[in-house]
């Protein structure tokens, strides 16, 4: 027996943090809609074992990181973006602040998908090492490498960005 009143309560609960994980790994409102909802249909039908879980919500967003490498693997298409974010000259904060998130959206979607969810779950999800081998199914060593990778790359792209982001043990 399903119980769809602790779904719905986790669901209601949970939903913010899930809705912002889903749209940083897949770029896009639209597309995190379809990720999370995808998500969510799975939790829901496996939520009798995954309420039982010491900590469900790590089990769901793993759900959200392998269903968004999934999606992924099946589309096999690259976003290209074809507008530059023009030069800053003289911005307010807000104006500012709304450029460095257009900029980081755009650096993000450069990224591998593996190398975008460690993004994600290191700095936005805030996790530990750990926890985000957990989450992606993988080993610290390779959680090391990948955000390792990934800031590199990230500097890159936006060197704008750079000071943002702060190598592990610095």
Do not use: N
């Not at 460690?118 to 957990?134: N, P």
């Amino acid at each position: 027996m399903v119980d769809e009143d602790g779904f719905r309560e986790f669901v209601r609960v949970r939903l913010p943090r899930l809705s912002r994980a889903a749209y940083l790994l897949a770029g896009g409102h639209a597309q995190a809609e379809d990720l999370l909802q995808g998500a969510l249909i799975k939790a829901a039908l496996s939520w009798g074992r995954i309420s039982k879980a010491q900590d469900p919500e790590a089990y769901v967003r793993k759900i959200l990181y392998h269903e968004h490498v999934r999606t992924w693997r099946r589309r096999r298409w690259l976003e290209h973006s074809t507008d530059r974010v023009p030069e800053r000259a003289q911005q307010s904060d807000e104006v500012s602040q709304t450029v460095l998130r257009v900029v980081l959206q755009e650096a993000l979607a450069k990224l591998t998908p593996r190398q975008r969810a460690v993004i994600v779950l290191r700095y936005f999800e805030d996790l530990s090492e750990a926890d985000t081998a957990q989450v992606m199914g993988t080993s610290v060593g390779t959680v090391k490498s990948q955000t390792s990778h990934a800031l590199g790359r990230l500097r890159k792209l936006a060197p704008e960005l750079a000071e943002r982001f702060v190598e592990v043990g610095s």
